[in-house]
């Protein structure tokens, strides 16, 4: 099954990986790696469903969605749903008789 070693971070225009850096800036001031977080700033909790790679550390400057950012998920995903696909029917509560 697929894991997080699987996934890779990376900026889906440029391909510049992220350096742990805290190079992104949440509108309440906070300054984070945001993809500690997947996006959450840890100060207000908003989360950001776009990121912009920061010119500071050499990027692009390009905004794009964050998810974008997350590449191997797709084989994750169909690894989950296949597993789902194959696993017995939960039991529930017999049929309410009226």
């Avoid at 945001?34 to 920061?54: D, K, L, M, N, S």
Wanted: proline share 9%; hydrophobic share 35%; net charge negative.
């Amino acid at each position: 099954m697929a894991t997080d070693a699987t996934i890779e971070i990376y900026c889906p225009h440029c391909h510049w990986a992220p350096d742990g850096g805290a190079h992104w800036q949440c509108r309440c001031g906070h300054v984070w790696d945001t993809f500690e977080t997947a996006g959450t700033c840890p100060q207000c909790r908003y989360r950001w469903r776009v990121t912009t790679f920061p010119t500071e550390p050499g990027g692009c400057g390009v905004t794009s969605p964050h998810i974008d950012w997350y590449h191997g998920l797709e084989a994750l995903v169909e690894e989950l749903v296949e597993a789902a696909l194959h696993a017995p029917a939960a039991v529930c509560c017999p049929p309410h008789e009226s």
